[in-house]
């Protein structure tokens, strides 16, 4: 599977951006997708995950009800609408996918087989 991660930018606080990841390969494949971030001087964390079936979500607590990860399996893209966008939201962003589950999320990046370039997000104050 190849992922390629886009959309990131630089935006004020409370402004709003949405990445997408075009995922390719593996014709058939189902699979967990994931997005991660990696700070500017941390490690990289969980930020969300959907099934394939996008009929589950997860989030980390940080990002719960600002930001909204949704797939279209027909455009092989998963997106990550984010809102409310904070200077603490800086970082890279990666999405990732999950081949050994297609309905269950994990958030050890352990699990995750694929990953995309990332895409750089910067939140100014």
């Known amino acids: 599977v190849q992922l390629q991660a886009s959309g990131g930018g630089l935006v004020q606080a409370g402004g709003s951006l949405r990445l997408s990841c075009a995922t390719s390969?593996?014709?058939?494949?189902?699979?967990?997708t994931g997005w991660f971030r990696r700070p500017p001087g941390k490690e990289r964390e969980f930020v969300s995950g959907?099934?394939?079936?996008?009929?589950?979500?997860d989030y980390a607590a940080s990002v719960k009800g600002r930001f909204t990860v949704s797939r279209d399996n027909a455009k092989n893209t998963v997106y990550l609408q984010m809102s409310s966008l904070k200077p603490e939201d800086t970082a890279v962003y990666y999405c990732a996918a999950d081949v050994s589950y297609d309905e269950y999320i994990v958030r050890n990046s352990v699990s995750y087989d694929y990953w995309g370039q990332g895409t750089l997000v910067t939140v100014s104050s």
């Open positions: 390969g593996r014709t058939g494949s189902r699979f967990v």
């Open positions: 959907i099934t394939w079936s996008g009929g589950s979500t």
